[in-house]
């Protein structure tokens, strides 16, 4: 899963006089980490200065959470650390937001923050702030350096933290603490292996699967981040269930396979939704049932509220939180299916009698969705048509189903959070883990470029292609510079629907079209911003051009070049996000009447 074995042999050995600088700089040696993203600071320069000895990248970013993403993205593609580190007080708050983000996507991030230093602090000198309590609901564990003397231990306690409950650590340290002597050994990474969970459990829950009439499995990302796509395919055929994926986890399950039916949730699959209606029993296989992912959509309820349900997360917190569940298994996602495997091979399985009927509804439905997909050209509510019918643009969908075709094998794509992002999950289908980089439940726009940027330094082989509303790039394009800089090849496609689309949508559905803040006018050519910044931009204004352009530029990428995509389409707009969460206007006094529904 990493290699620390390899970098083990690569830091110091045995107890021996050090300074915290060089126990920090070989503990993070000894945890195999290789890069580490942030602005430098003078916080922890005494560090930094030992990185190239250290066989250490210290890759400088344009914004401090631009490279917290960065190690998010590293993290989910390499499976393992993901590394940020900034200056003392606005440096570490710039991490606040990704820090949030890779809690919710259960990277293992080691967030280092410096913090002013011990004999000042409470004193409002400069750069100060409590850097433990911000970061106290966002992380996993939290190490202070309390004493110098300690550094390797509690730096070895982040990483090790950080892996073992799959979310990131905070690593903070007062300034002067990185200078002295102190003598101290650096520690091991503690590699802690997950089991299959209870045998009783497993027990229940082959016996409901063995009897079960329809089952199907969820996938969820706990089989993407324990690569172990091997073990779920290999219980998917044995019992011959369809297998849905849950939301943004597409590349859970790989969807030319045969019993694939596609994600669940926001502008998921009909198929999928329709397939796991009709569930007696839900294997839920690595996932925690996020409540957002299991919303209604397309106007189908299709959770099955009488299905037994199997939930099988590493997490025993997650175990029955969300939905009610008739069996729990905390445990990996790959070893339970191992388990249940062994348990259920050789044995009478109900859902054998009836397979043929099974697996020709799915490919009913399957073949139902593609259709309603290649036909779907456009939004069809009157609001959409109106503006399409306005606009010369690019329907999104078209776009975006030109995009899924020319997509690059073996590709690594990143999604933002905008409407067409959002939109896009319906195109977005792999064959492999470790592929789709979604903001995830945090859900926070600008997401999706530095997040592809950490993900290619991770894996320079692969196609790596970030999917990013025009709002949200504007919050995100300065990375451009750190791709430039360091020479990170990547590929922006960015919409210009000149709109905080997803928001419209709301003021559309919920507030008479009264548009507040939605409109983004007078924006740049994106192009002509890439262009300035030195990367490749170029603006598509056809459907015919979208393919060849994606290509072309993942191409690029081998060249070591950066493109930004600017897409123009329409404004029209796909169903919103929060439909569950927003109501008609009420009022009550005089002076705001006629904004009421
Ligand atoms: C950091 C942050 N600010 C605000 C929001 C609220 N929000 C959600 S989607 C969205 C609009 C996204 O617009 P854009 O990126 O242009 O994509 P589009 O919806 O137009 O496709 C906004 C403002 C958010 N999710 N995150
Ligand atoms: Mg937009």
Redesign the pocket.
């Known amino acids: 899963m990493n290699t620390m074995t390899e970098s083990r042999n690569l830091a110091v050995q045995g107890r021996q006089k050090m300074t915290p600088s060089e126990a920090f700089v070989e503990t993070l040696v000894a945890q195999g980490v290789t890069d580490v993203f942030g602005i430098v600071g003078s916080a922890y320069m005494d560090a930094l200065d030992l990185f190239p000895q250290a066989g250490i990248r210290f890759i400088s970013v344009a914004h401090e959470q631009g490279g917290g993403h960065m190690a998010d993205g590293y993290a989910r593609v390499s499976g393992r650390h993901g590394v940020c580190i900034a200056q003392n007080g606005p440096g570490i708050t710039n991490f606040v937001?990704s820090t949030a983000a890779a809690f919710w996507a259960h990277s293992p991030v080691v967030v280092v923050t410096p913090e002013t230093g011990s004999m000042t602090l409470g004193l409002g000198g400069f750069q100060e702030t409590e850097q433990l309590p911000i970061f106290s609901k966002i992380t996993k564990y939290q190490a202070h350096v309390n004493n110098r003397a300690r550094m390797a231990e509690l730096t070895g306690r982040a990483f090790d933290r950080a892996m073992h409950e799959m979310g990131p650590a905070q690593l903070n340290i007062p300034r002067d603490f990185f200078y002295g002597d102190i003598e101290c050994e650096i520690p091991r990474p503690l590699a802690i292996e997950r089991g299959a969970g209870g045998e009783t459990s497993l027990d229940q829950a082959a016996a409901l699967l063995a009897q079960a009439q329809f089952p199907v499995i969820l996938a969820g990302g706990g089989i993407v981040m324990g690569d172990t796509q091997a073990d779920a395919v290999a219980l998917a055929e044995l019992l011959q269930a369809p297998v849905c994926a849950s939301y943004l986890h597409n590349d859970a399950f790989p969807s030319r396979h045969p019993l694939w039916c596609g994600p669940l949730g926001y502008q998921g699959s009909k198929a999928a939704m329709k397939l796991i209606a009709r569930a007696d029993v839900v294997l839920a296989l690595g996932t925690r049932l996020g409540p957002f992912g299991t919303l209604p959509q397309h106007g189908l309820d299709y959770w099955p509220k009488e299905a037994k349900i199997i939930q099988i997360d590493a997490d025993p917190r997650m175990l029955g939180l969300v939905k009610p569940i008739s069996v729990g298994i905390c445990g990996d996602a790959g070893a339970a299916a191992r388990a249940l495997v062994a348990r259920l091979k050789g044995k009478t399985l109900a859902c054998t009698a009836k397979r043929d009927a099974r697996l020709a509804t799915l490919r009913d439905e399957k073949g139902a969705w593609e259709s309603e997909l290649d036909a779907w050209m456009h939004e069809k509510d009157p609001w959409s048509v109106e503006v399409s019918a306005q606009s010369s643009h690019m329907h999104?969908r078209q776009m975006l189903r030109e995009l899924e075709r020319a997509m690059p094998d073996a590709a690594m794509v990143s999604t933002?959070?905008?409407?067409?992002?959002?939109?896009s999950n319906s195109y977005l289908r792999f064959e492999r883990p470790r592929s789709m980089f979604a903001?995830m439940s945090f859900?926070?726009?600008?997401y999706a470029f530095p997040t592809i940027v950490g993900a290619k330094v991770a894996a320079m082989d692969r196609p790596a292609i970030a999917y990013?509303?025009?709002?949200?790039?504007?919050?995100s394009f300065g990375e451009l510079q750190t791709c430039v800089r360091e020479a990170i090849p990547v590929t922006a496609v960015v919409?210009n629907?000149g709109?905080?689309?997803?928001?419209?949508?709301n003021h559309v559905d919920f507030y008479k079209n009264r548009f507040i803040g939605?409109n983004?006018d007078h924006q740049p050519s994106w192009a002509a911003v890439a262009k300035a910044m030195g990367a490749e931009g170029i603006r598509i204004e056809r459907v015919s051009d979208v393919g060849p352009a994606l290509r072309e530029a993942a191409a690029a990428q081998k060249d070591g070049r950066t493109t930004v995509l600017e897409m123009m389409v329409t404004r029209e707009?796909g169903d919103p996000?929060r439909r569950d969460a927003l109501s008609l206007p009420v009022r009550h006094l005089a002076k705001y009447k006629a904004t009421a529904a």
């Open positions: 937001t999104p933002d959070i905008g409407n067409i992002c959002s939109v903001a859900g926070n726009c600008g990013v509303g025009d709002g949200a790039w504007g919050m919409f629907n709109q905080w689309g997803a928001e419209k949508k939605v983004l707009l996000f």
